[in-house]
T-cell receptor, first 114, second 113 residues
Framework: DSGVTQTPKHLITATGQRVTLRCSPR?????VYWYQQSLDQGLQFLIH???????AKGNILERFSAQQFPDLHSELNLSSLELGDSALYFC?????????????FGPGTRLLVL | GNSVTQMEGPVTLSEEAFLTINCTYT??????LFWYVQYPGEGLQLLLK?????DKGSNKGFEATYRKETTSFHLEKGSVQVSDSAVYFC????????????FGAGTRLAVHP
């Protein structure tokens, strides 16, 4: 158990809908990262928050947004969903922002868009 | 740009066989290198890491050495078990990359009794 929790575990929805994925980092970690794992793209970095502020954006679509709240949990919002958004979404956390730090991953949310 | 290349799988081995999964990288500066493992239906777990050249990371019988001269970080284990069956990901971060992990495509390992 990494100490990172994600809810829900599974999500099934329809095209055009909006969903929210939630992540709670390990106790004491200030950084939260979101990654997408799909069969065609592999594991791709989406976005990084540190202590409530956005630090870096990766291959995140404009239809996707995220935030980190004062209690450090984070939410990833996916809107106008398309079939191609079906994937595993992982959250990871680390203590700070150093490139040598280990990122600890949650169990993921599996999203299926029908 | 920065990237990681892993050997394609699947890799199929008998129990107690020697394992090597090749990983090479392209990066500016001095990246940190990681191996993560993903067991079926689970998230990614850190297996080992190395943060500077010639460092050796090791855990649970697995090891990998950060070789700057060959830009490689090959994963090895002397004797694999059925329970090692999983997907293994090589990854890097670097100080100019905002700490995002850049992953290889993953290598599936299947170990048979």
């Amino acid at each position: 158990d990494s100490g990172v929790t994600q809810t829900p575990k599974h999500l099934i929805t329809a095209t055009g809908q909006r969903v929210t994925l939630r992540c709670s980092p390990r106790s004491g970690d200030l950084s939260v990262y979101w990654y997408q794992q799909s069969l065609d793209q592999g594991l791709q970095f989406l976005i990084h928050y540190y202590n409530g502020e956005e630090r870096a954006k990766g291959n995140i679509l404009e239809r996707f947004s995220a935030q980190q709240f004062p209690d450090l949990h984070s939410e990833l919002n996916l809107s106008s969903l398309e079939l191609g958004d079906s994937a595993l979404y992982f959250c990871a956390s680390s203590a700070g922002t150093g490139s040598q730090e280990t990122q600890y991953f949650g169990p993921g949310t599996r999203l299926l868009v029908l | 740009g920065n990237s990681v290349t892993q050997m394609e799988g699947p890799v199929t081995l008998s129990e107690e066989a020697f394992l090597t999964i090749n990983c090479t990288y392209t990066a500016t500066g001095y990246p940190s290198l990681f191996w993560y493992v993903q067991y079926p239906g689970e998230g990614l777990q850190l297996l080992l890491k190395a943060t500077k050249a010639d460092d050796k990371g090791s855990n649970k019988g697995f090891e990998a050495t950060y070789r700057k001269e060959t830009t490689s970080f090959h994963l090895e284990k002397g004797s694999v078990q059925v329970s090692d069956s999983a997907v293994y990901f090589c990854a890097l971060t670097h100080s100019g990359g905002y700490n995002k992990l850049i992953f290889g495509a993953g290598t599936r390992l299947a170990v048979h009794p």
